[in-house]
């Protein structure tokens, strides 16, 4: 089945850039620019939330109100990774990030049906 692997967290300053990425294996029948993937995070002790996501097409979708204007999502099918650009980062922005995928579309609600393992992500000087 479809397997997600994130990478590219750490500590950064306030004010700093990280990049995440998110590479996917594992599939079976369809290729991964026949999914939408969704970027969440959770911060300590709180529910995980939507950061933002990108459709099989290319479009990017509910962008969380937070990260406007700050954060980027894109990807690169031929490499099966998408990535997470978040420039402007700010101490409220500390946790783990997590990337999901589901067929075609993004959701709402964020409902996915693959999940990666997470990274940490901190911001702190």
């Known amino acids: 089945q479809l397997q997600l692997v994130e990478s590219g967290g750490g500590l950064v300053q306030p004010g700093g850039s990280l990049r995440l990425s998110c590479a996917a294996s594992?599939?079976?029948?369809?290729?991964?620019?026949?999914?939408?993937i969704g970027w969440l995070r959770q911060a300590p002790g709180k529910e995980r939330k939507g950061v933002s996501c990108i459709t099989s097409s290319g479009l990017t979708a509910n962008v969380a109100d937070s990260v406007l204007g700050r954060f980027t999502i894109s990807r690169d099918n031929a490499k099966n990774t998408v990535y997470l650009q978040m420039n402007n980062l700010k101490p409220e922005d500390t946790g783990v990030y997590y990337c999901?995928?589901?067929?075609?579309?993004?959701?709402?609600?964020?409902?996915?049906?693959?999940w990666g393992q997470g990274t940490q992500v901190t911001v702190s000087s």
């Open positions: 594992g599939f079976s029948g369809f290729s991964l620019g026949s999914y939408a």
């Open positions: 999901a995928a589901v067929l075609y579309y993004c959701d709402s609600e964020y409902d996915f049906d693959y």
